[in-house]
């Protein structure tokens, strides 16, 4: 495998546009996001008109149709400035518009994918259940067969764009007793008989990111709405997940980036003994560590996206971008709020913000303990082939 470290003009014209966009949109408002913890409507309307909700659909159904290299600098950029509206965007994109894409019949596409493309729809994809977190096979949402289709019923927890969202993919178990197996992934729509969003969450971090719970009481799902095969929803699952991670792992990119620069520019202007912090070998080896992190990660998540991208198997590369990036975050979050001092710990700063929001990049789309199964699973197959 050879990797080309280079970019085209193409790429670099993008990056560009999109920081400028988020410095002058996003960053004004993302500490007001924060703190009212609502999805921003206007700046989901403004992202739209920037193409975001349809960074990688296909031009034919109205989406830019860009790499998944690309598509990771767009969600790494968005989070360095206001990372809970990278969630919003990266989890539309990667785990509702992509399976759509990826395993839609014709008629799906047509139907979802425009309205995804353009943010008319805002997208979910749902397995988490309040006793099936890590372990999937223990989803208790059913869908029993009837004549023209599926009854879903049940409950749905930490979905992400939940409150917010029109078009939704959600686990539902077709053949319990078969397990994981017996999974099956319905398209569910906004206004659905007995589709109810429950509560909002009070989040930690990532309070500008709609996180809600919903709840489905004999919700009638047309046959048509099965995407790819009944009980072939594990399949589907795992390897949207594998998407998924690439985005988490850049959005977690982004916060190690904000970290780097905030604390780098106060380190230089903040003077202690007459002399800036920088002049301080503990403070610039931190910097010198930060930087060489969030480096390393964004260079996983680059050789993630270009496995992807080549159709190259890339579960083990998604997780392993993943575990580094979230981890760095972090870390360098960490040591930033150190680097500032008292004045990381107080609201004044946005430091304590992606301190907040990087944590669950190690909880969501896979625990960091799950992804290190999955990179020894690969490991120890590979030992014993
Ligand atoms: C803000 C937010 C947004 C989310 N968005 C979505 C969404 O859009 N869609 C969705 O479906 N879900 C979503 N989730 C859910 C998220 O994916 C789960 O929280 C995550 O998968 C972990 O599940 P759990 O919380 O039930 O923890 P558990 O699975 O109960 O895990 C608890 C702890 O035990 C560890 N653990 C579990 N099993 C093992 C094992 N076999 N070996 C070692 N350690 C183990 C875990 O790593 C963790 O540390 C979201 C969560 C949050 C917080």
Redesign the pocket.
Known sequence: MILDFSHDERYYFIKRTVREFCEKVLGPTAEEVDRAQEFSWDNAKKMGEMGFWGIQVAPEYGGAGLDTITYAMIIEEIARISASES?SVT?HNS?CAYPIQRWGTDKQKAKYLPKLASGEHIG?????EPN????VASIETTAREVEDGYVLNGN???????GVGSTFLIGAMTAKSAGIKGLTIFILEKGMKGFIVGKH?N?LG?RG?N?SELIMNEVMVPRENVLGQVNGGFKIAMETLNAGRIGIAAQAVGIGQAALELSSSYARKRKQFKRPLTAFQAISFNLADMLTEVEMARLLVQRAAWKKDNHKPYAKDAAQCKLVASEVAMKATTKAIQIFGGYGFIKDFPIERFFRDAK?TE????????MR?IIAQDLIGKLTR
């Not at 979910?124 to 988490?128: E, G, K, N, V």
């Not at 909880?363 to 799950?370: C, L, Q």
Request: hydrophobic content about 40%; overall charge negative; aromatic content about 8%.
């Open positions: 969630l989890v785990v979910c994809f749902s397995l988490t099936a977190g890590s372990d749905k927890v930490f979905v992400t764009n939940g969450e989040k990532m990111s996180t669950v909880i969501y789309e896979g625990t960091s303990e799950v199964i």
